[in-house]
């Protein structure tokens, strides 16, 4: 059973470090609820540009512990989600959200607590009424993003990891951990990165 939790604890830059430096969600987000990380599978939403039809329907089928991916072929600054959306999501269980668009209603996402992440925050509305897809693989910021996936998400951004990695990325991020704490107890004590990397040899000859 995945440890979504310690996955979660790792964060985005120790997880995509350990997978080989891939897997980055390279877009501007910003993230809702300060301080919030999560880490989970990922449930996606294809929505008809401008329109979040896609987003209640993910909603609806999402369990607890998902993570929703919510994207368009056209992503725009067009409000996929706001509060009664963010409310629904919460009751159903799901841990975060990322939004390849907008949301809107800042103050009161922030208060539900529920972690979203977003490219824009924007007053305007979605439409509704168009059928997108759901649970297929999309790509976002360049992170091909399958239903399913690990996507993981802190102050840093966010990131997707096959799920067929995490076993194998998970010990290794956990090493990595366990490695720069040792290190951040010896740069406390006042040891050099520029020595203890070898650095030095190598701007100084």
């Known amino acids: 059973m995945t440890d979504y939790a310690a996955l979660a604890g790792l964060g985005v830059a120790t997880i995509h470090e350990a997978a080989g430096r891939t897997g980055i969600i390279d877009v501007p987000l910003t993230q809702v609820v300060a301080g919030s990380r999560v880490a989970g599978p990922a449930r996606i939403a294809l929505c008809a540009p401008g329109d979040n039809t896609m987003v209640h329907a993910v909603v609806a089928h999402a369990s607890s512990g998902d993570v929703l991916v919510l994207t368009s072929a056209e992503p725009a600054p067009v409000a996929l989600v706001g509060e009664l959306l ?71 951004g966010a990131m997707a990891l096959p799920s067929e990695r995490v076993d194998e990325v998970l010990p290794l991020a956990l090493e990595r951990a366990e490695h720069e704490r040792a290190m951040r107890e010896r740069y406390a004590s006042g040891e050099l990165s520029y020595d203890l990397q070898g650095l030095r040899e190598i701007v100084d000859g």
């Open 86 to 156: 963010a409310t629904q999501a919460q009751v159903q269980g799901v841990v975060g959200i990322v939004v390849d668009g907008a949301v809107r209603d800042l103050d009161e996402l922030a208060a539900i607590g529920l972690p979203i992440w977003t490219r824009f925050v924007r007053a305007q509305g979605a439409t509704k009424g168009v059928a997108g897809k759901l649970d297929v693989p999309v790509v976002v910021g360049g992170a091909e993003i399958r239903p399913g996936d690990l996507v993981v998400m802190d102050c840093d």
